[in-house]
């Protein structure tokens, strides 16, 4: 019998974007590539305030910190302008 592969179930939580050196409160949602950690690509999605994610989107590149503290390079892809939820792949 053949077992298909197991989904990793994405990493959530309550966390800080950086922008600009000001951290903006954010909730998350992460799934890194091969479940083990930022070193091997992910992606995901954070939700706040609009005009926060709106910045982001123009921005490119941003950190996204952790509830435990680690910070990722981020960069955010995609972003419906007001809407409260942007989509970002690991750099």
């Known amino acids: 019998m053949a ?11 309550s ?9 903006r409160a954010v909730a998350f949602s992460v799934l890194f590539a091969d ?10 999605s954070i939700t706040a305030d609009a005009e926060v994610l709106r910045q982001a989107f ?3 590149e941003c950190r996204l910190v952790l509830d435990d503290g680690v910070a990722l390079r ?3 892809i995609a972003h419906t302008d007001g809407g ?8």
């Open 74 to 76: 981020i960069a955010v």
């Open 3 to 13: 077992f298909g592969k197991v989904s990793k179930a994405p990493r959530t939580g």
């Open 84 to 91: 409260d939820t942007a989509y970002f792949e690991l750099r």
């Open 58 to 60: 123009r921005s490119g």
């Open 15 to 23: 966390g800080a974007l950086v922008l600009e050196r000001e951290e």
């Open 35 to 44: 479940g083990q950690g930022a070193k091997r690509g992910g992606k995901g």
